[in-house]
């Protein structure tokens, strides 16, 4: 009797696959969609825009404990930037569509680790960072695979075994028959992966293609801080752009003396703001989004009104403001 209660017991591959689609589903759609917003995204690709792959590669290397290969991703960053962004959109699909499973989610492994000795690394404390809960969501499918369910490259294979008089379940002990299966079930997966493969790089293709720059405003209300500049100041600190760059009620992106980058803007005339792009939480490069007026961190989620003080963690301490001088037609930051 216990021998007959242990072997019912026993689960199936259908049955691991059945429990493991809502997390496949949910890995595969994410990593799909943050493959197309990069190729959707002229800023991604850009050499000067803080949002991306350069300025946030850069700025993740001063603490990653991988920066000896970063500098090496920074050299050739476009080729980089083409490879992260078709990498998460291909895992993906991969693992989405059941094509080559564990072969996808190695793919996402490698991606999501990446990404945590990089632009999570040093998150504290640790679960605030996305992306290690990403690699240990793409490890059940690295052990399990998908279990034959939702799965293209299943059907394939029970198609090719159908083609040669193999019953569903049917062991085959016939080592040269097996291989014939083998070698045209690789076949036909890999037709159908190369084929879904440029589907989808050519719509991400297209998407870059038409991409456009996002257009840096400020807020529709403006800051209640203090002016931190006159216009009739005199000269001093370094020199980052003219008054010409800064028409009221836009505002301009400038490198500080750091390197770094930062948002001057001028939200009424003669006031002058400007505030490090350097988050306070962990280092990554806020973005400004002129809809909702605020900085907005893309690594963790901290964000800050227009004044730079966090509205939302993990973020705490407001982001680094600069005494702004205006001599003439030249503004300077100190």
Not at 54 to 67: E, G, R, V, Y
Request: contains cysteine; proline residues 6%.
């Amino acid at each position: 009797m216990a021998k007959k209660t242990h072997a019912s017991s026993v689960v199936s591959s259908d049955q691991i696959g059945r429990v493991l689609y809502p997390l496949r589903l949910f890995v595969g759609i994410t990593f799909i969609y943050a493959g197309l917003q990069k190729f959707f995204s002229a800023d991604y690709f850009s050499t000067t825009s803080p949002n991306g792959f350069l300025k946030q590669t850069i700025s993740a290397s001063t603490k990653s404990p991988i920066s000896f290969i970063l500098n090496h991703a920074i050299e050739h960053h476009t080729l980089v930037a083409f490879g992260v962004a078709s990498g998460e959109l291909l895992a993906g699909l991969g693992l989405l569509l059941g094509i080559w499973t564990r072969v996808s989610a190695l793919g996402v492994f490698g991606l999501a680790t990446s990404f945590f000795l990089t632009v999570s690394w040093g998150t504290s404390p640790y679960y605030f960072g996305p992306d290690i809960v990403f690699m240990a969501a793409a490890t059940p499918f690295l052990i399990a695979g998908d279990g034959g369910f939702m799965s293209l490259g299943y059907r394939i294979r029970e198609s090719v075994r159908r083609e040669f008089g193999v019953a569903p379940n049917q062991a085959v002990s016939n080592n040269p028959l097996e291989e014939q299966i083998e070698r045209r079930t690789l076949v036909k997966t890999g037709a159908l992966a190369g084929g879904v493969g440029v589907a989808g790089l050519a719509v991400g293709l297209v998407g870059k293609s038409r991409a456009k720059s996002s257009v840096v405003a400020t807020p529709s209300t403006s800051p209640s801080a203090t002016p931190t500049s006159s216009a009739t100041s005199p000269a001093s600190g370094t020199k980052v752009a003219t008054v010409a760059d800064v028409p009221v009620g836009s505002a301009f992106q400038f490198t500080d003396p750091t390197g770094n980058p930062g948002y001057l803007m001028q939200p009424k005339a003669g006031t002058y703001l400007a505030y490090s792009a350097i988050c306070t939480h962990q280092g990554c490069v806020v973005s400004f989004d002129s809809a909702g007026g605020s900085f907005q961190c893309p690594c963790h989620g901290a964000q800050f009104d227009a004044t730079g003080t966090a509205t939302r963690g993990p973020a705490r301490d407001p982001l680094q403001a600069f005494s702004v001088t205006v001599s003439g037609s030249d503004i300077f930051i100190a």
